[in-house]
């Protein structure tokens, strides 16, 4: 079961929120609160508020328990641009761009069986038939070919590969 919870027009730049939801992707709810909590990031505000939220969703909606939860994805997203202007030198002006975010953050439930390893089962004997000399013949020089290709797919025909001395010295001039 997945619990999905969103924050739109969230006024932090998406490319530093992502900074922080890479870290808590794939832990379990429990522990991601707590990377939250402990990091010196402005990122981790909404984002501690928003998996609060999916955990509240889950307990409320689907009656799952938050110990059997773990983040799944975290999505960031970029929203619209709030655009302002600045006076330059010489009368110009530059643009300032604040970015905006929407999160999406997915919770999967995971539950941690002990499960034995399954016997492999046998399978049936392969059937063995006899091959003929022609048909053994024609089966090497089909892999022959399919070998001498993949080398000329590789190098290209007629081209030798570069040695290491070649790879160190690998610029423009010559």
């Not at 900074?19 to 609160?33: D, Q, S, Y």
């Amino acid at each position: 079961m997945e619990v999905t919870a969103r924050l739109h027009y969230a006024r932090m730049a998406p490319r530093k929120t992502r900074l922080v939801a890479n870290m808590i992707k794939g832990l379990p709810a429990t522990e991601a609160l707590v990377q939250l909590r402990h990091l010196p990031k402005r990122a981790t505000l909404p984002l501690e508020k928003l998996l609060r939220s999916a955990i509240a969703n889950a307990k409320h909606n689907f009656s799952l328990d938050e110990k059997n939860l773990r983040v799944k994805s975290a999505l960031v997203d970029g929203g619209p641009m709030l655009k302002r202007s600045r006076s330059r030198a010489f009368g110009r002006v530059a643009m300032i761009r604040k970015r905006t975010s929407h999160i999406t953050l997915v919770l999967d439930e995971f539950v941690p069986t002990k499960m034995k390893p399954k016997k492999a089962k046998k399978a049936a004997a392969p059937v063995i038939r006899e091959a003929s000399l022609a048909e053994i013949k024609e089966i090497q020089r089909e892999e022959k070919s399919a070998v001498s290709r993949a080398a000329d797919r590789e190098t290209g025909p007629g081209q030798r590969q570069p040695g290491f001395v070649r790879r160190l010295f690998n610029r423009k001039s010559v």
